[in-house]
């Protein structure tokens, strides 16, 4: 019996009755159940209550509607509002209340029941049975209403939330109803959507509607107990939601149905967690695939192509790519596409892809940083930085997931992802799994790598064994150093099968050493062994064929855990040929010795401390001095004057840039030109240095030739050009001194009038000396006394020149006052004293001379001696220049002479005109004006049919004729004028002449003869 009790339910009681002897009775009846437990809690007061409450917790409470501090209604009140208090608070159910009353106070209990109680039990009735009933029944009521009230609740906010949303059809009435929350759900207000089953399926989404139809009328035919579809319905914003719609028709008793009712829940998340799992799974399941494939994968050139078509298609992308990374020869970090898929509809517009073979630093150094740190690359395009959306949006990408490839924390590649369709961002779930299929890939890479890595390191050391010039060993360290391995590559060298040395099967190894060489060689071995280093020999062998043969052997100590040597490894080289080149190379140095003393540069050659290393005959000629002084010696030490020269220089650039330099210089030491050629080599410099002395000469008369023909050219443009005589002539001087390189070129012209030279024009590198006469008395001075003799002087020792103030009897006679004798003095100190000052040391004068009439003088002075070439050269100039002189003074005479006939024509009293070739008025007298009515009119310029349009076409072949050199004349003429008029005139036309001789126009005089003619008509007439 207590084993039950103590197995039997607990339920807590609150006991509110201040009649202790009722009290003690509920206590009893409560003792006495079976099946439930009871502990009872009493309290008399209803503060005291509701004290408690805010203490405990109790699963029923019995209350007494009249207690010391609250009566009756008031009391369940009071108790109900704490109850609901304390269960808010706590966030408990609410605890049931069973109202205690007495026989006159049912009524009052009933309404205690309306206000929250949820029993009551009428004292002096109770008995134990019925007051666990009621009991046991309060609290199963008060939970399935906490239930019910949930479930309302929670539908409630279904309905609110706009997560269900009700809807009816009458058939009779033709209504269709829609709960509000159906029409926000889909963002439009109650106004938006009619009430018409139509304006309804025009918002199912195009793909459902024939599904809906079919599935509501199999329903409404009877195919069905239900309507139940899933279908989308289309947002106000254009995306869809996803919905569960249920109904049920209600029929007649013909079984026609009068109405349809039923609900639509919103399913979009539930559709959308299902996508995500099926887009998970598939991701899932593509990864798997991948890691198959890459676990299969022998060539990843060959079948990376099939994993990205793998990724690609579940992932939905647009593009997939790998592309590795490499750095060019500048160790710029590049990208190599390795492989690429497409999607049908990019396939048909692909191009080569814009980010193949770029520069990571140069077009897109954020993602080097980043996918360098192992971060990713993602996002929409249109958000990227301007320079990334160049090469992306050039391609169609709206969005894009790039993800790095790591092996062994190295950033080696990546991988992409684009999108070409939409601007839709991967989600972090998406961006995850795809991670994990990187990793794969790069794990795969790194596997790829090591498995390369062993392979050529294996192939390495195969090939290197095989074909080392030499062949590979090891000895174990016993007593007779036996071979325990030699590579077959000791045939060769010793004529013998590896197979015969190892472990001493036919002979060993020292029995083929050369005996002088056996005791060195175990010497050395030794030494290595007892302090463990390495060793390295030269020693001969006897061939097999019992020739001698030289090799180099390289060994080193292999020591076991107890640190002992316990093999010998190394490689036995033929070195009988390089033995051989080096005795061939000291008989080819030799030969080269010969030949460099054999030849006729000089030739030299330095280390890197600048020290002779070599000096042959001729260099020790030239720089005078015998080998044994200069080798060893540093050459600017011996040579000083070259450190601040191009020789300094050229050295330098030479062991500098390692390349060859040529060049030219004078060389005191060898008073000649050398060219000077300079080579590079392992230990220094070598320097040829040939004497080109002679060829300079050869090309300093070339250039000097050169220069005479440029003057000759300069001078005889010159003289073609028009203007003055001075603007002739400055050209002429300034040529002189460019190409003859003369200080100061001077031309004097003859003043025939008072046999005078006049300066006419001067130029050079320094001005002519103040106070020198710029006019000089034929015989007077050097330039008088070449223009008197008309003989040309020359002097490269100008100073000591004793014309310079030899005054001839001739001379004396001009100068016969002792002023002027005295003034001639004065100049030619003045010349001395500027000679000196400007250090002139040449001086040529040459008279100007045409037919045997002298024009002028041409005097120049120079820096340094003038060659004979130069002498004659200015003869050349100055017979072209005195021909010019001339040529322009017969022009300026007829200039002067054609001014005069202008001047002539215009003040003569009679009607004369001047014209050029075309007839052009030149100049024309004011009676011309005045006979022919052109008072206040210019002419000038116009020809004379532009002046006279009605001239007679006879008259203009009497031009036509004067123009070719005959001279007319007409003593009377008739000229009918354009007006009606009668013009008679008497008229002369002759020619004029240019310098040139040829025909410059014609003049024309007339003289109008109308009164004669008319006085002689009107005799007549008498």
Known sequence: MTNKIMDAQLLKVLLVEDNFKEAELFKEFLSEAQAIRFELTHVQWLEATLELLEQATFDVILLDLSLPDSQGLETVARLRAAIERCASRSHSPLTPIVVLTGLDDETLALQAIRSGAQDYLIKGQVDCPLLVHALRYAIERTQMS?????????????ISGGQVG???????????????????????TSEEIASSPSDWLDRVHPDDQQAVLIAALDHLQGFTPHLEIEHRLLHKDGSCRWVLSRGTAFRDDTGKPYRVAGSSTDITQLKTAEARIATRESYLAAIVEVQQRLLALKDKNHDYHSILEILGKATGASRVYAFENYRDAAGYLRMSQRAEWYSKAVYLRQTQFALDNLAYDEFLPRWAKLLGEGEIITGIVADFPQSERII?????ILSILVLPLMVKGEFRGFIGFDNCRESRTWESSEIALLQAAASAISLWQERASAEETLRVSEERFRTLVANLPGAVYRVKRDSNSTLSFISEAIADISGYRATDFINSQVRTFASIIHPEDRV????????????????????????????IRWVDEQGATVCGEDGEVCWLDGVIMDISDRKRAQSDLQESNQRIVTIVESITDAFFALNHEWQFTYVNGQAEQLFNKKSEELLGQNFWNEFPEYLDSDVFEQYHKTVREQVAVEFERFCPRGNSWYELRAYPYLDGLCVYMRDIGDRKQAEAVLVERSRHAALAADVGLALTEGGNLSRMLQPCVQAIVQYLDV??????ILNPADNMLERQVSTGTCTPPNGFPNRILVGCFEVGRIAKERQPHLTNSFLDDPHLCDI??????????????????????????????????????????????????????????????????????????????????VEQALFRERQQLREIIANAPVAMAMF???????????????DYGLEGQSIIGHTLCEVFSDFPKRWQSFVHKALNGEVLSQSEDRWERDDGSTVYIRWAVQPWYIPEGSVGGVVIVTDRINELVEAREAALEM
Not at 916 to 930: C, E, T, Y
Request: proline share 2%; with cysteine.
């Open 392 to 396: 992306l949006e050039s391609h169609g």
């Open 146 to 158: 906490q239930k019910l009230r949930e479930s309302e609740e929670q539908y409630a906010l279904a």
């Open 520 to 547: 060195r060689v175990e010497q050395v071995v030794q030494e290595a062994v007892a302090t463990h280093n390495s060793y390295r020999l030269e020693y001969r062998i006897i061939h097999a064929s019992g020739s």
């Open 743 to 748: 200080a100061l070129a001077c031309i004097w």
């Open 916 to 930: 050029d070739a075309q007839m052009r008025f030149l100049v024309h007298s004011q009676k011309w004006l005045v």
């Open 166 to 188: 009700v809807w009816q059809v009458n058939f009779l009435t033709h209504h269709f109803y829609v709960a509000p929350n159906m029409k926000t759900l889909l963002g439009y």
């Open 808 to 889: 001839s009897a001739s001379d004396s006679l001009a100068l016969s006052s002792s002023s002027v004798l005295g003034k001639q003095v004065g100049c030619d100190l003045l010349l001395r004293e500027w000679a000196a000052r400007e250090e002139i040391t040449a001086f040529v004068g040459y008279p100007l001379v045409v037919e045997n009439q002298l024009v002028g003088v041409l005097t120049t002075f120079a820096h340094q001696p003038i060659t004979e070439n130069t002498f004659k050269a200015l003869a050349s100039v100055a017979d072209e220049i005195a021909l010019g002189i001339e040529r322009k003074q």
